[in-house]
């Protein structure tokens, strides 16, 4: 009797699609050309702002970074919320760590009272899996120190 295969797991992108209220970053994702890297075996660990987040920028905010002109600030950012490798939420409950974005700056995480980024982004759901990594939900954009 043949052994049924279970389904392969969806990579980030695609799970980020399904989820349905990651429309902003999935379009932020695509105009910066970070498709294809989020779709490579990674492994990655990604902190991904909600639509509500987005919107909480101010106005006009996400329209002017969707501009080609603006590929490489929106790079920039898009990079600051993904790290390198499969951190999972047990990873950083209870400590205080800075963890290295793949754009180059540290993400400061505080696992002491829930999850919190750079004390401003709150963890509202840890530990989404996808084939090639992780997903965080965070509340709040979060902004690399150049910026």
């Known amino acids: 009797m043949a052994e049924k295969s279970m389904p392969m797991e969806k990579d980030i992108v695609e799970t980020a699609i399904d989820a349905g209220q990651f429309n902003t970053l999935v379009a932020a994702v695509q105009a910066?050309?970070?498709v294809e890297t989020l779709q490579s075996p990674g492994p990655f660990t990604v902190f991904a702002p909600t639509d509500a987040a987005f919107a909480k920028l101010p106005a006009g905010t996400v329209e002017n970074l969707l501009k080609p002109e603006n590929k490489d600030k929106l790079v920039e950012i898009l990079t600051y919320h993904v790290v390198s490798?499969?951190?999972?939420?047990?990873?950083?409950?209870?400590k205080k760590v800075d963890a290295e974005s793949v754009q180059g700056s540290k993400i400061m995480i505080d696992g002491m009272n829930g999850v919190m980024l750079n004390g401003s982004a709150k963890v509202i759901s840890a530990d989404v899996m996808a084939s090639n990594g992780?997903?965080?939900v965070i509340d709040t954009v979060i902004l690399p120190p150049s910026m």
């Open 32 to 34: 910066a050309g970070l």
């Open 134 to 136: 992780v997903i965080h």
């Open 85 to 94: 490798g499969k951190v999972p939420a047990s990873a950083v409950v209870g």
